[in-house]
């Protein structure tokens, strides 16, 4: 079993729907987790970090955490054509921080 | 200047050779890390470091070795390169905190031919 688990995609929907991109992870002590946005020939860079149970909300952006099904969400609302891009879920392991990625999900906005 | 630096961004080389990548951060950060990027396997962790002179391997470590002998510079080492170690390579550091946001070189691309 993989450490972070997502599905490839391609994820495709329409301009103005909500994008749901899932993550799982295997370690129950994992504190932190992270969204990451990739472009195509570009670094990954920062969506969304969460730590709570919970929901947390930023701008079309809404992160959400189940600690107790070690599944995290990304929502995206109105969805943009820029928002086309691969989705990286990152989690932190142990002590030592061992930042482990999942295989990313691409997420195709159709105008 | 940019928080993290790569070099060489571009590297062509053959079968067999040694070659070496580095990754230079300023940002003070304890966490420093390699990873590779392939279609359809997302960033894979090659080895970590937690401090100079300590680091640990990822899940997929066979082929490289890695140095940390300053906070600052965390170096990638292909002993005999492979054409399967041809890959998009990304360096990353962060520091401590339930936060810890990762810093992103911009990548170096490197064939084995």
């Known amino acids: 079993q993989k450490e972070v688990e997502q599905n490839s995609g391609p994820l495709s929907v329409p301009e103005g729907a909500i994008a749901s991109l899932n993550c799982t992870y295997s370690?129950?002590?994992?504190?932190?987790f992270f969204w990451y946005r990739q472009y195509s020939g570009k670094s990954p860079e920062l969506i969304m970090f969460i730590y709570s149970n919970g929901d947390k909300e930023d701008g079309r952006f809404t992160a959400q955490l189940n600690k107790a099904s070690q599944y995290v969400s990304l929502l995206i609302r109105d969805s943009q054509p820029s928002d086309s891009a691969t989705y990286l879920c990152?989690?932190?392991?142990?002590?030592?921080?061992?930042?482990?990625f999942g295989t990313g999900t691409k997420l195709q906005v159709i105008p | 200047d940019a928080g993290i630096t790569q070099s060489p961004r571009h590297k062509v080389t053959e079968t067999g050779t040694p070659v070496t990548l580095r990754c230079h951060q300023t940002e003070n950060h304890r966490y420093m890390y390699w990873y590779r990027q392939d279609p359809g396997h997302g960033l894979r962790l090659i080895h970590y470091s937690y401090g100079v002179k300590d680091t640990d391997k990822g899940e997929v470590s066979d082929g490289y070795s890695v140095s940390r002998s300053k906070t600052e510079d965390f170096l990638l080492t292909l002993e005999s390169a492979t054409s399967s170690q041809t890959s998009v390579y990304f360096c990353a550091s962060t520091g401590t905190g339930v936060a810890n946001v990762l810093t992103f070189g911009a990548g170096s691309r490197l064939t084995v031919l």
């Open positions: 990152a989690v932190p392991f142990g002590g030592y921080q061992k930042v482990t």
């Open positions: 370690d129950r002590g994992s504190q932190s």
